[in-house]
């Protein structure tokens, strides 16, 4: 990224002879992102994140046509979430589709919510409580044979595991750079070619006439060489997360009693989400912990993303309370497992006493 | 920015402690651009971009009122413009307000389009073609006499001359971090204490509830640093800026017959930017001089910024063709003044051979 700050600070479609070089650094980050994606470039658009892209996706396809029926996961983020109620007050009608208690969202339970007027269904490709995967290629067909339009926010799952937009099938796809370790202020939206869609910010139209303001060179040339790297190593990554995931679940289900693990291992979810039930009130191990970076449900009012998965999942707040969420990252090493399942059988100890 | 891309990637208010410390350098950042702009801390809403700022004070105004009357000055940024004009298919009135041969906008023609519908005035305060400056506080106050909100895009301004919002009376003001030398991606939106405003994008709320997503730590915390650049070296920067002109205005005047600088001395304009009219057609001695980073109007419908601005001044075709735009930026030094007119002037006589 170093030299779009400086010397290459030029705009893509500035008049000047090193404005060309820029674009071409550009164009070959958008190569890049297509290729991790299985895409093809010019069905890229970038953004300043995964939030800007599921809102572009969602308020875009409003935006010029007269109020409709839109479906949306119980679980997804809060961006897409809010976006799509934000369309409530302009007379859209929005409709919740539930998840089983592992987080799967059913590709029936979608077919029998669409409805003629229903223009977009909701689904994300893995959650990042819980680490479900979702059917999305039988959503897509279910939509399609209806003629509705499938988004699915697949930021938690690009760095984890292999993604193919059009074995996927879907219509719209949102990812975040910094989710695999491109730099913050990255962002990118996959838009079926031949789809329309309208921006929701205006100025000097940009990406296809989708966004505006000058190019955010530095990040996206960032966010394709992060998309290289993990098109080049997530068999790698990804066969490294399953083991490490079982050294733990083992590590756990020895070292401690009474541990649930809530994805169990024949649901399909993300090698490196692990979310699980502990014998001890879980801000508590969280406590103890300090050296481990986990996540527990905050039990203030409104409830936050991990409370409202967990409970869409059918959980108790009694259980909410004592479950933990953990992520493996490309560096964890079986060293740090081990240390961490330590340390988290030692904090549920004392804990308890 | 490098620490924030690296070991300081925590978000500010993720449960680690290092994250503290990222939390407190941005609002160290935060604390920057308000004394840049002369505003309290918690005024400064950062963004991704100037244009972005302009949306969210133009589009969120809107956001959750009925239908109302909006001016906005013919000579605004597209940003500001597009904005609008997007409010008409929502109901909303817009009306322009026209400028003088110099591109002022006078406080009076903005007091007599006023009703009692009128929710908005949009006025920048400094033209980046012809470089005019506003009689902004003039314009404050004709609108505050009417309960009237006056937004304005300063994005041009930073970096040039001295910017004080509160001596402006504006009530919202966007910026732009790479206008002064700060990062891409980077820009904020300076919101009175006290005034309302809705987000036009949804998610994870941040900066006050105004803007969803994680924060971009590295780009604010550089777009900081930049600012207090910026106030510390603005005097001797404005000092520098008005010796250069005046000596690019005198070499081009005794090089070349039939030159015409649009704004005369003794209109208020920002001293590093120069719009000239040549004696020759500005396109032909941009090709000619092609060492120069210089801007002529784009000949191609629909018009560019640089045509709907000098048009809106009441230039004819035939003058726009001649006219050149030049800033001067912060390392812009006499010798390099020396060679531009030397290269304009010759230039101009080869493209009349």
């Known amino acids: 990224m170093q030299p779009y700050w400086g010397h290459h600070f030029y705009l893509p479609n500035q008049q000047h002879p090193l404005a060309q070089a820029v674009n071409e650094s550009l164009e070959q980050a958008r190569e890049s992102v297509s290729f991790l994606v299985g895409c ?13 892209a599921n809102n572009l996706a969602i308020l875009g396809i409003a935006q010029d046509q007269s109020p409709g029926h839109i479906l949306v996961a119980a679980i997804e983020h809060d961006s897409v979430i809010s976006a799509v109620e934000s369309l409530v007050k302009r007379g859209w009608q929005v409709e919740s589709i539930p998840c089983d208690q592992f987080g799967r969202v059913d590709a029936d339970s979608v ?13 994300q490709l893995a959650n990042p409580v819980m680490g479900t995967v979702q059917p999305i290629r039988q959503i897509a067909d279910v939509c399609h044979k209806r003629g509705v339009r499938l988004h699915c926010d697949a ?20 990812m975040s750079g910094h989710k695999f370790y491109g730099p ?37 040339v960032g966010m394709g060489v992060a998309a290289s790297l993990v098109s080049r190593c997530i068999d790698e990554v990804e066969a490294s ?18 541990v649930v693990f809530l994805c169990p291992e024949d649901v399909l979810a993300l090698p ?26 905050e039990t203030d009012a409104p409830p936050d993303e991990m409370n409202r998965v967990l409970t869409a999942a059918g959980r108790s707040p009694g259980q909410i309370a004592r479950t933990l969420q953990i992520s493996l990252g490309w560096t964890t090493s ?20």
């Open 40 to 52: 093809d470039a010019f069905e890229v658009v970038f953004t300043g994140s995964g939030t800007e």
């Open 241 to 258: 997360f399953c083991e490490l995931r079982e050294r733990f679940v083992n590590g756990l289900h020895s070292s401690l009693e009474g």
């Open 155 to 174: 930021t938690q799952a690009f760095g984890k595991i292999a993604v193919d937009a059009v074995t996927l099938g879907v219509d719209t796809m949102a």
């Open 272 to 297: 490196n989400t692990l979310c699980v039930q502990l014998p001890a009130v879980a801000s508590k191990v969280q406590e103890l912990a300090r050296q481990l970076v986990v996540r527990s449900a």
């Open 184 to 220: 913050r202020g990255s962002g990118a939206l996959y838009l079926r070619g031949g789809l329309e869609l309208s921006p929701i910010a205006y100025g000097e139209m940009r990406e296809m006439g989708l966004r505006p303001g000058p190019e955010n060179v530095p990040a996206w």
């Open 111 to 123: 077919a029998q919510r669409l409805r003629d007027e229903t223009v977009l269904v909701c689904v």
């Open 334 to 353: 079986r060293e740090q497992i081990d240390r961490a399942v330590d340390m988290l059988a030692d904090a549920c100890d004392s804990a308890n006493l």
